[in-house]
């Protein structure tokens, strides 16, 4: 099973921060990438695909890069809405994993 | 808009079974994957499974420590996915989602239930 490693675990940030989240696979998954967003008590909402694309609908101050083994959320200017748990996926091959988690916490 | 909603959920004693279903509106059911993911209290995502579109032959693919007791099935003519839990441990005590796979050339999960919960307790 291809294991998926977040940094940080927890991430204390100020509104208007720009901030950055890393995802390590344990072996190659070229692009096979998602990040998700989680809210408390809500379901997870698909920020970015294909590593760097920006799912419909989502503000732009989000964006994906990386290719292989390492991946990078960016949020640029941190808004309230955007203090929540991260999580990285890949779908290169089975089984799907998931990243444990970064929590964005407001400092 | 599409929508998403489990049902199902419940306290169950640990070796017994609980059937989840999902019920999809807004988009062309048949054609999508559905992926079943859970996640236990103050805990992270897990993928459980997914189910193939008939194109694909209704194929599934199942974590390793769901596999053998879990079945995921879907129904095109209803727009269901259910999820079959058989010999349930404390430890699959989660809330479980279903989701959508976008498909195409890009395989997110797009679209998301609300989730149930799942209880397993003696």
């Known amino acids: 099973d291809i294991q998926m490693t977040q940094s940080p675990s927890t991430l204390s940030a100020f509104v208007g921060d720009s901030v950055t989240i890393t995802c390590r696979a344990s072996q190659t998954i070229t692009d096979s990438l998602a990040w998700y967003q989680q809210r408390p008590g809500k379901a997870p909402k698909v920020l970015m695909y294909?590593?760097?694309s920006l799912e419909s609908g989502v503000p732009s101050r989000f964006s994906g890069s990386g290719s292989g083994t390492e991946f990078t959320l960016a949020i640029s200017g941190l808004q309230p809405d955007d203090f929540a748990t991260y999580y990285c996926?890949?779908?290169?091959?089975?089984?799907?994993?998931f990243g444990q988690g970064t929590k964005v916490e407001i400092k | 808009e599409v929508q998403l909603a489990e049902s199902g959920g419940g306290f169950v004693q640990p070796g017994g079974s609980l059937r989840l279903s999902c019920a999809a509106s807004g988009f062309s059911f048949s054609d999508h994957y559905m992926d079943w993911v859970r996640q236990a209290p103050g805990k992270g995502l897990d993928w459980v499974g997914r189910t193939r579109n008939k194109a694909n032959g209704y194929t599934t693919e199942y974590a390793a420590a769901v596999k053998g007791r879990y079945t995921i099935s879907r129904d095109d003519s209803t727009n269901s996915v259910f999820l079959e839990m058989n010999s349930l441990k404390t430890e699959d005590t989660a809330v479980y989602y279903c989701a959508r796979v976008r498909g195409g050339s890009s395989w997110q999960l797009d679209n998301w239930g609300q989730g149930t919960l799942v209880t397993v307790s003696s």
């Open positions: 294909r590593s760097s």
């Open positions: 996926q890949q779908y290169h091959s089975y089984p799907v994993t």
